[in-house]
T-cell receptor
Framework: SQTIHQWPATLVQPVGSPLSLECTVEGTSNPNLYWYRQAAGRGLQLLFYSVGIGQISSEVPQNLSASRPQDRQFILSSKKLLLSDSGFYLC???????????FGEGSWLTVV | AQSVTQLGSHVSVSEGALVLLRCNYSSSVPPYLFWYVQYPNQGLQLLLKYTSAATLVKGINGFEAEFKKSETSFHLTKPSAHMSDAAEYFCAVSAPRGYNKLIFGAGTRLAVHP
């Protein structure tokens, strides 16, 4: 079966520190991969998506970056976190032949 | 380009009452439409989707939604609310070949009281 794993589930980081959130998908190949952010009391904002290894599209200018070193691995990073980076980050994927997006369990990031 | 508007950031109903969560979309091409539910501190779970087949779509947990092109709406309904339905609900739209950019509404938080 197809599953998505996202970690860490919770993270508290000081301002200016680096960030790495990792997401992997199992049971599929060549998925489209996504990073969304959900700030407190707000909807979901698409940050990045990837249609293949090394292919990253950014939806909004920001302090974050994404990488896809392997087909089923998607990493969200920052060199120096800002307070405004706090939020709930969701990794998601769509099968290469599908039209429905599936979400991971999310990662809570608090920047202090 | 696609966009979604969810009317009402908070909706409160009594247990057993009708649930109606509103979603209007804007799309330059025939859209695909989705409803997702998010329970506290969890990811999003697909409730139902419209992908140009039947306009009345039935989903999990007794929810359904009707695609109305003339009204550009995709409202979510459930005849009788349960306490367990309390969650946040998101409407989303994509273009059939452009679902790389699934666009979400701001969400509606549903409260169910006894």
């Amino acid at each position: 079966s197809q599953t998505i794993h996202q970690w860490p589930a919770t993270l508290v980081q000081p301002v200016g520190s680096p960030l790495s959130l990792e997401c992997t998908v199992e049971g599929t190949s060549n998925p489209n991969l996504y990073w969304y952010r959900q700030a407190a009391g707000r909807g979901l904002q698409l940050l990045f998506y990837s249609v293949g290894i090394g292919q990253i599209s950014s939806e909004v200018p920001q302090n974050l970056s994404a990488s896809r070193p392997q087909d089923r691995q998607f990493i969200l990073s920052s060199k120096k976190l800002l307070l405004s980076d706090s939020g709930f980050y969701l990794c998601a994927w769509i099968p290469s032949s599908g039209n429905t997006i599936y979400f991971g369990e999310g990662s809570w990031l608090t920047v202090v | 380009a696609q966009s979604v508007t969810q009317l009402g950031s908070h909706v409160s109903v009594s247990e057993g009452a009708l649930v109606l969560l509103r979603c209007n979309y804007s799309s330059s091409v025939p859209p695909y439409l989705f409803w997702y539910v998010q329970y506290p501190n969890q990811g999003l779970q697909l409730l139902l989707k419209y992908t140009s087949a039947a306009t009345l779509v039935k989903g999990i947990n007794g929810f359904e939604a009707e695609f109305k092109k003339s009204e550009t709406s995709f409202h979510l309904t459930k005849p009788s609310a349960h306490m367990s339905d309390a969650a946040e609900y998101f409407c989303a739209v994509s273009a059939p070949r452009g679902y790389n950019k699934l666009i979400f509404g701001a969400g509606t938080r549903l409260a169910v009281h006894p």
